[in-house]
């Protein structure tokens, strides 16, 4: 079973950068899309950014412009550059296979708080 391992997070003010890394536990080669998620308090979890394996890359209209994602197949990992951040990107941040339910295995994610 794939797992995912998420870092990165962390407190920063608004218009400042983060770079969340996902370590992933088997080979990431088999799922041909992964995304980084978000879960604000009080919200459902979103999709915010997802990458085809030969790195085609969907956002969210809300992150569009800002923030990165990318995947490095060969050391099983993807990342997620954040830029110009603002309050509302405050949530947890999770990285899966895009199309990920509940009901799938998810890691512990990672904190990002975006305060002045």
């Known amino acids: 079973q794939v797992q995912f391992v998420e870092s990165g997070g962390g407190l920063v003010q608004p218009g400042g950068s983060l770079r969340l890394s996902c370590a992933v536990s088997?080979?990431?080669?088999?799922?041909?899309?992964m995304g980084w998620y978000r879960q604000a308090p009080g919200k459902q979890r979103e999709l915010v950014a997802s990458?085809?394996?030969?790195?085609?890359?969907n956002y969210v209209d809300s992150v569009k412009g800002r923030f990165t994602i990318s995947r490095d197949n060969a050391k099983n990992t993807v990342s997620l550059q954040m830029n110009s951040l603002k309050p509302e990107d405050t949530a947890v941040y999770y990285c899966n296979s895009e199309g990920a339910t509940s009901l799938d295995y998810w890691g512990q994610g990672t904190q990002v708080t975006v305060s002045s």
């Open positions: 990458i085809s394996i030969d790195s085609r890359k």
């Open positions: 088997g080979s990431i080669f088999s799922i041909y899309r």
